[in-house]
């Protein structure tokens, strides 16, 4: 059985920083994209970062774009997410996801962790 697990979530200032995890368990995920996604109140989840099986290939989301790193880690089968410059409407729940193929869309991913909530007060 698939799970993935967010941690690292909380509540920062603005211009602070925070780095999320995504454990990955129930097979090997060495060949998996594995990507990050969010979604604030009222609005739709929306993508933010992916990175291919061995890390070669990267996306981001124009508006995390020289302010977050995805990285992974394979024999961890875990992903992060490493966020600077933080602002307030980068608050939102943050999701990990995982899938064979190489995505910026939600309805790709067949593997969604439970969020973990990431607050940037003003």
């Known amino acids: 059985q698939v799970q993935l697990v967010e941690s690292g979530g909380g509540l920062v200032q603005a211009g602070g920083s925070l780095r999320l995890s995504c454990a990955a368990s129930?097979?090997?995920?060495?060949?998996?994209?594995m990507a990050w996604f969010r979604q604030a109140p009222g609005k739709e989840r929306e993508f933010v970062a992916v990175?291919?099986?061995?890390?070669?290939?990267?996306y981001y989301a124009d508006s995390v774009k020289g302010r977050f790193t995805i990285s992974r880690d394979n024999a961890k089968n875990t992903v992060y997410l490493q966020m600077n410059s933080l602002k307030p409407e980068d608050t939102a729940v943050y999701y990990c996801?995982?899938?064979?193929?190489?995505?910026?869309?939600?309805?790709?991913?067949?593997?969604w962790g439970q969020g973990t909530q990431v607050t940037v007060s003003s």
């Open positions: 996801a995982v899938d064979l193929r190489l995505g910026v869309v939600a309805t790709l991913y067949d593997y």
């Open positions: 129930g097979r090997t995920f060495s060949n998996y994209a």
């Open positions: 990175i291919n099986w061995n890390g070669r290939t990267i």
